[in-house]
């Protein structure tokens, strides 16, 4: 890491928790992991929720044993790696709502410590965002963000917007005073 890093390699570290008998010990010896290559410089850390999957043996022994229902597509769903709201975890030693708590500061310490120790990179971000453009899972969602935020706010200012009269209309009268004066 450190040597592609040298060489101007963009270098991204995708770290994995929440494996089925994956205990706190070994959660915290792979946060440990992500803080030591956020150290030095890589990119992009993001922890992602290890979800099985149809046709390997650790997702056989999860539905053997009763811990995965038989698969449908709300289950799949359920196991979606990146919106924190709809995951669940198949650990059998850390809750999700836990791991989705390590999971958020974990990525937050990263991110932090990569711009703390690598401030040009934070540079970096915010010409990338404005540019609509990412290298990083952060910088992704701030695009998405800013795309979404920029969608809402055109839509409630043509919801807000007043209508323009025909021009083929008379312009309206106002009351002034009791007298009737065209508007502007």
Not at 147 to 167: F, L
Request: overall charge positive.
């Amino acid at each position: 890491m450190r040597i592609a890093k040298r060489l101007g390699v963009n270098v991204k570290a995708n770290l994995m928790i929440g494996f089925p008998d994956e205990t706190r010990r070994d959660l915290f010896r792979t946060l440990r992991f992500g803080l030591h290559a956020a150290w030095v410089g890589v990119d992009d850390i993001p922890l992602f929720p290890f979800s099985p999957y149809p046709g390997n043996r650790i997702y056989d022994e999860l539905r053997a044993d009763g811990t995965l229902p038989p698969s449908t597509t709300a289950t799949s769903a359920r196991l979606g790696y990146m919106d924190v709201t709809v995951m669940s975890s198949v650990c059998r030693n850390i809750s999700t709502l836990e791991l989705n708590v390590y999971r958020i500061l974990g990525m937050g310490t990263f991110y932090a410590l990569g711009y703390v120790r690598h401030p040009a990179r934070l540079l970096r971000t915010l010409r990338n965002v404005a540019a609509g453009r990412s290298e990083t899972v952060l910088e992704q969602r701030l695009v998405e963000y800013k795309e979404r935020w920029t969608r809402r706010r055109a839509a409630r200012v043509r919801s807000v917007a007043p209508s323009q009269p025909p021009a083929t209309q008379e312009p309206r009268a106002i009351w002034y005073r009791g007298t009737a004066r065209p508007s502007l």
